[in-house]
């Protein structure tokens, strides 16, 4: 059990991960910093935390467990504000959808202590942000991806590998490379296109008329669009290369596709979309295992 958890950033991520530690008993006081008052008041409020903090730095102040649950690139100001109540007893965690710009900005920032920080990134969310929709329930059944480099102490790694498992998340290590460029494909792409899908049907004359008309499968693959615009804009711009790199493999197949259907290759054209087809079946069967 932790003595104190010390929450920067208490929205969704954040509270959630607050509400879920209080469930399973694994921490005696949570003390929380936003930079907005009434959002730290209406934590509070929630009873989602039990202490307003005035300063990220104080909410760090006697706490054994810290998670940054800030904007990507609000990210390095707060390791600076709290650096200095960092020790080698800390346990620093981020819920960041990127990794290596957050390392870098821990190493410009907490220098020798970053030993005390290892980057994390749960697979969880929803579209809605702000503490009024914090879940306990929000990380259960869900994968965390841990990015530790080499100077993280492996005590710190595996009190992180620890807390999450008790939460009932299912941990995976893995560089943060490797971590940036696989969800720039499954994750920021997505967005991306969901992004553009909506602006491109909103632009046309009728394009009102075009939405009143759609259906479920519309509702699914645009869901992502109602996401907070400047949480996604931080994190494209932070994964920029590997997300332009994604998005110009995407436009090679749907140029192809665009090429089947012009040309009225009927044969390739299905082609493509069985083998689509069957990756997605053969992913979810995965997922349901």
Not at 43 to 72: C, F, H, K
Not at 196 to 204: F, H, K, R, S
Not at 249 to 263: D, G, P, W
């Amino acid at each position: 059990m932790f003595e104190q958890l010390g929450i920067i950033g208490c929205g969704l991520m954040g509270g959630s991960f607050a509400l879920a530690l209080k469930r399973a008993g694994l921490v005696k006081r949570i003390v929380g910093y936003s930079k907005s008052p009434s959002t730290t008041e209406h934590a509070r409020q929630l009873g989602v935390i039990d202490v307003e903090a005035p300063s990220a730095l104080l909410a760090v102040s006697g706490a054994d467990i810290v998670l940054i649950a800030v904007p990507v690139a609000a990210t390095e100001a707060t390791f600076k504000a709290i650096k200095h109540l960092v020790t080698p007893q800390t346990l620093i965690m981020d819920v960041g959808s990127t990794k290596r710009d957050v390392i870098d900005a821990a190493r410009r920032a907490l220098r020798e202590q970053i030993g005390s920080f290892v980057p994390a990134h749960p697979i969880a969310g929803r579209e809605v942000s702000g503490i009024e929709h914090a879940d306990a329930d929000l990380y259960r059944g869900q994968q965390v991806i841990l990015t530790p480099i080499e100077r993280t102490l492996t005590v710190q790694l595996q009190q992180a590998i620890d807390v999450w498992t008790a939460l009932g998340c299912r941990v995976v290590q893995m560089s943060p490379e490797s971590h940036d460029a696989a969800f720039a494909a499954v994750s920021h792409l997505p967005h991306l296109i969901s992004f553009a899908l909506m602006n491109a049907i909103a632009d046309q004359p009728q394009g009102k008329d075009y939405l009143s008309l759609a259906g479920p499968g519309f509702r699914d693959f645009t869901r992502i669009a109602a996401s907070d615009a400047k949480v996604w804009r931080d994190i494209m711009m932070s994964n920029r290369e590997e997300l332009l790199a994604q998005s110009r493999i995407f436009q090679r197949h749907l140029q192809a596709l665009e090429l089947m259907i012009s040309s009225g290759d009927e044969p390739a054209l299905e082609s493509l979309l069985e083998r689509a087809s069957l990756t997605r079946a053969n992913w979810r069967m995965t997922q349901q295992q």
